[in-house]
């Protein structure tokens, strides 16, 4: 899946994901239902992820395409 964002969306990404310390994606707490969670962390371990793949995808279109 391609993401195109804005310079505006990445830096509320960003905004977002400095706000808190991200999750690790494998915190197990990520896998309960009925557990506790930090709103500002959660928010901010999707933005990070969101972030994380939009730059990957950037990164390999760059190398498919010779840039760098």
Do not use: C, W
Not at 31 to 55: H, I, P, Q
């Amino acid at each position: 899946m391609e993401h195109n964002l804005s310079k505006s969306e990445i830096e509320e990404l960003k905004a977002i994901a400095s706000k808190a310390v991200p999750y690790s994606e494998n915190d197990p707490i990520l896998g309960e239902y009925d557990g506790e969670l930090d709103s500002d962390r959660t928010m901010a371990s999707l933005a990070k992820k969101f972030l994380d793949e939009y730059y990957a995808e950037q990164r390999q279109g760059e190398a498919e395409n010779g840039q760098r």
